[in-house]
């Protein structure tokens, strides 16, 4: 196993697992665990070893809430850099097993995986609008997803049971907390008994499909968001959160 004390990196018979670990502070997504996230999704790529990644939180309550609030506050963070919340991509299949919630930046994680598990007991959200940041990496949702739901989950900025996940297709399986992690690595090993032509191959066929249709949709998301990020609100919500009190908007 290495380390960098928030995000841990294990490889045991041919599965890699990557846990977020920070469960005082939800499992937030601070450069540490970003550029943690970042080195081991390059090194799972290179180990030819290796065939299966599981991304998974300490703890019981959260996965990853999203981004560090509070580390956003204090460098007044406008526009994030391109790969500011670390992605996923990999020619071999991730596996997400969302032991809690899943919120900004941790739904981004979640939204990247090819599979997805979830305890019965997880919650996902898109919860910027509570802080008046943005979600320009939202753009492939109603990809996934109908887009009156993907509406819902911008507008309202209020999480979804795991059941309700499932049943609209966000995610494959809900199972009780204490069989998460079993239920993912027997997810994994079927992956890895099967041919590995195959299993690149339809990753990358679906991919592919996707990546035709979200077409250039991506950077105009981007631009969409851009007067967010450069607003007074983008300021406001972290330090509202930082301070523990209710945001003052001012829609510019």
Avoid: C
Wanted: proline share 4%.
């Amino acid at each position: 196993m290495s380390s960098n004390n928030e995000l841990l990196y294990e490889v045991v018979d041919g599965i890699a697992t990557i846990t977020i670990n920070r469960p005082d502070a939800r499992n937030a997504l601070n450069a540490a665990v970003r550029g943690g996230i970042r080195e081991s999704i390059e090194r799972f790529t290179k180990d030819e070893q290796v065939k299966v990644l599981i991304i998974t939180g300490s703890g019981e309550i959260a996965f990853s809430a999203g981004a560090d609030l509070k580390e956003m506050s204090e460098q007044q963070l406008t526009t994030p850099e391109d790969g500011f919340i670390s992605d996923l991509k990999t020619h071999k299949p991730v596996i997400a097993a969302v032991n809690g919630l899943a919120f900004g930046g941790g739904f981004y994680l979640v939204q990247q995986a090819d599979l997805v598990i979830a305890a019965d007991h997880a919650t996902f959200g898109i919860t910027e609008a509570r802080h008046g940041r943005g979600a320009p990496w939202a753009a492939q949702l109603p990809l996934l997803i109908a887009p009156r739901i993907a509406l819902e989950l911008l507008l309202t900025a209020q999480p979804i049971s795991a059941l309700r996940a499932m049943d609209i297709g966000l995610i494959n399986k809900v199972v009780p907390a204490k069989e998460l992690m079993d239920t993912a690595r027997e997810m994994a090993q079927q992956i890895i008994a099967n041919a590995p032509l195959s299993v690149a191959a339809g990753k990358a066929m679906v991919g592919n499909v996707i990546e035709r249709v979200l077409g250039d949709g991506g950077q105009r998301a981007k631009a969409i968001w851009e007067h967010v990020y450069q607003s007074h609100d983008a300021q406001e919500g972290p330090l509202a959160f930082k301070e523990k009190r209710k945001p003052n908007w001012r829609g510019r």
